[in-house]
């Protein structure tokens, strides 16, 4: 940060003047106990024996020239030392490096000190492909068990599990797979990137969440648990899904005997209750898509809210199929979590036990 002396630049003024009019002699001889006397002489002396560019508005050439030509120049062509101009040629790069002069005199440089050229079209091009591949990676599913459709956004725990072995951290992981394929398949492509593909887990997929459900149980049920923080009051949730027989059991179950209650309710971060339990029973569930409503009550310090799939009645081994698993939002960006709950009579987790997540399907 610098700060310009005014108060030098005025007496050097009037000293430019005052020399030209009596002699540089004299001004020594009446003004050398002057505060500004060392420095108004250095500054004088080096303007001698030198070439400077006349837009400075300084003699072109000094060679030669003692302390009274300088200041005759300088006295006859009116020039003001009081102002620090900068030529209009180099008035882009100075507003570039420097702030504007604070009232107080301070002057400071601009941040960053080195002025760069405006990105060039490679630059922006090698930009945007990052930016797709951090986006693809923010709409990875927000769970630690291993989801891996073959088209659609995987699980943060498929890629935890599939970096293993990679001496990488996961996100970096994620990255280099990705940009991989988003820049080009060959390893060597360049700008400007023709072969560059969007990775099939970087793409949304209108498929739907396809679940096994067996044996058929009261006690079997499932806990989807959002961490979101929910103020005091009434809030809707809805959950949409679909019941099949599942085609590889020997006994396939029908979906218009299938009956299952789904129920909601709010909860601390300790998972006990804040709200009374919202329930609604499908009996039966039918073979077509069903997006049940709920309205559930919210108390002090909810931390988000449980939701539970109870079978009541069934006939044999069903599929079934949620879509638009990630539920709306109230605060924050929550995703669906699935989990065993205590007291689940066999302790299933997701990918493994007798309710397991499988694949998306068409549907």
Not at 255 to 263: A, F, K, R, W
Not at 319 to 346: K, V
Request: net charge negative; with cysteine.
């Amino acid at each position: 940060m610098a700060k310009v002396d005014s108060d030098f630049l005025f007496y050097l003024q009037d000293s430019v003047d005052y020399i030209a009019k009596y002699t540089f002699a004299i001004y020594i001889m009446m003004h050398w106990e002057d505060p500004y006397y060392l420095k108004t002489v250095q500054t004088l002396i080096s303007w001698l024996d030198r070439k400077m560019d006349p837009i400075y508005a300084r003699p072109e050439d000094t060679t030669g020239w003692d302390v009274d030509q300088l200041c005759t120049w300088l006295s006859m062509y009116s020039v003001d030392l009081t102002k620090q101009d900068i030529p209009s040629v180099y008035q882009e790069i100075y507003s570039a490096a420097m702030e504007q002069t604070r009232p107080d005199g301070t002057l400071k440089r601009r941040s960053p000190f080195k002025i760069n050229p405006k990105p060039s079209a490679e630059q922006l091009a090698v930009r945007n492909i990052f930016l797709a591949a951090r986006n693809c990676f923010k709409n990875q599913f927000r769970y630690k068990a291993i989801t891996a459709p073959t088209t659609g956004y995987r699980s943060r725990g498929y890629w935890y599990n599939d970096s293993m072995g990679s001496g990488l951290f996961y996100y970096t992981y994620f990255m280099q797979q990705t940009l991989n394929i988003m820049f080009g398949p060959l390893i060597h492509d360049k700008y400007p990137f023709a072969g560059q593909q969007t990775p099939d887990w970087c793409s949304s997929c209108n498929k739907a969440e396809e679940w096994t459900y067996t044996p058929m149980a009261a006690d079997d049920f499932i806990f989807c648990h959002h961490s979101v923080s929910l103020p005091t009051g009434t809030f809707s949730n809805s959950l949409t899904l679909k019941a099949a027989g599942d085609p590889d059991s020997p006994t396939p179950g029908d979906p218009e005997v299938l009956s299952v209650t789904i129920g909601i309710q709010a909860v601390n971060a300790e998972q006990e209750p804040t709200g009374p339990l919202a329930t609604h029973t499908l009996a039966p569930i039918g073979p077509d898509w069903v997006s049940p409503a709920f309205d559930f009550q919210a108390g002090a310090d909810t931390a988000g809210f449980q939701l539970s799939i109870t079978c009541n009645n069934g006939d044999g081994d069903y599929l079934l199929y949620f879509r638009n698993a990630e539920q709306d939002n109230f605060a924050g960006e929550p995703q669906l979590h699935i989990h065993g709950a205590d007291g689940d009579s066999f302790g299933w987790t997701v990918g493994s036990g007798d309710f397991a997540f499988k694949a998306f399907v068409s549907v």
